[in-house]
């Protein structure tokens, strides 16, 4: 259980151009979704914080008109990078929580916070 | 002063022995503690949950959890070579909404 899909796994675009990069939750719903991105070497930094139905709420010096984030159902959330640069190029994953979480901790793990990871998009702007 | 810290490493510990991972945490109200496996080129792997102090088990892996000294650590007993990787600590601070603040990750190394 607790399966996270990205698509596409890896993706080469030129610049100028914009690229989509979806993350589905394949056996659970989640109302809350993240997006991060990872650089060689480097931990994990996120960007933002994608809720279903409501605008994402974006991390300090992440451009929210560049990085285009729909939470448009309780099982899918999509980035879209717009005129990707080089400097774009990263690793970006997802994380889901599962639907159930209330933000109260609690035995079990419907009342956990815990995330599940995406398989991650590596994209390379050329 | 970082919110989570790791050492970096590389651990390096024989086929069989104990690996020993700490990390540690500025915010003293944190509630919800996690670890993470990264292999190189991969995403995270979710490895321990603990909310409580004290350890909890499961499997080869047990999570220890200090909230006075800020302090949580991971245990691996027998190590493989598969148990190389990083393993990321990762903490929900309160009042942040779920977000998770990840240590920069401690390298393992297991040798045979």
């Known amino acids: 259980g607790a399966v996270v899909s990205q698509h596409p796994s890896r993706v080469i675009c030129k610049s100028g151009t914009s690229v989509k990069i979806e993350c589905r939750s394949l056996?659970?719903?989640?109302?809350?979704m993240f997006w991060y991105r990872q650089f060689p070497k480097k931990s994990l930094m996120l960007m933002a914080t994608?809720?279903?139905?409501?605008?994402?709420?974006?991390e300090q010096g992440v451009e929210k008109d560049k990085f285009l984030i729909n939470h448009a159902s309780l099982t899918l959330s999509t980035l879209t990078v717009t005129s990707a640069h080089p400097e774009d190029s990263s690793f970006y994953i997802c994380?889901?929580?599962?639907?159930?979480?209330?933000?109260?901790?609690?035995?079990?793990?419907?009342?956990?916070?815990?995330?599940?990871f995406g398989p991650g998009t590596r994209l390379t702007v050329t | 002063q970082k919110e989570v810290e790791q050492n970096s490493g590389p651990l390096s510990v024989p086929e069989g022995a104990i690996a020993s991972l700490n990390c540690t945490y500025s915010?003293?109200?944190?509630?919800?503690f996690f670890w993470y496996r990264q292999y190189s080129g991969k995403s995270p792997e979710l490895i321990m949950s603990?909310?409580?102090?004290g350890d909890k088990e499961d499997g080869r892996f047990t999570a220890q959890l200090n909230k006075a000294s800020q302090y949580v650590s991971l245990l691996i007993r027998d190590s493989q070579p598969s148990d190389s990787a990083t393993y990321l600590c990762?903490?929900?601070?309160?009042?942040?909404?779920?977000?998770?603040?990840f240590g920069t990750g401690t390298r393992l190394q297991v040798t045979l």
């Open positions: 994380s889901a929580v599962p639907l159930g979480w209330t933000g109260q901790r609690t035995s079990g793990r419907s009342g956990s916070y815990e995330q599940y």
């Open positions: 994608s809720n279903e139905g409501s605008k994402a709420t974006y």
């Open positions: 603990i909310y409580s102090n």
């Open positions: 990762a903490v929900i601070a309160p009042g942040t909404a779920s977000k998770l603040t």
């Open positions: 915010d003293r109200g944190s509630q919800s």
């Open positions: 056996d659970f719903q989640a109302t809350t």
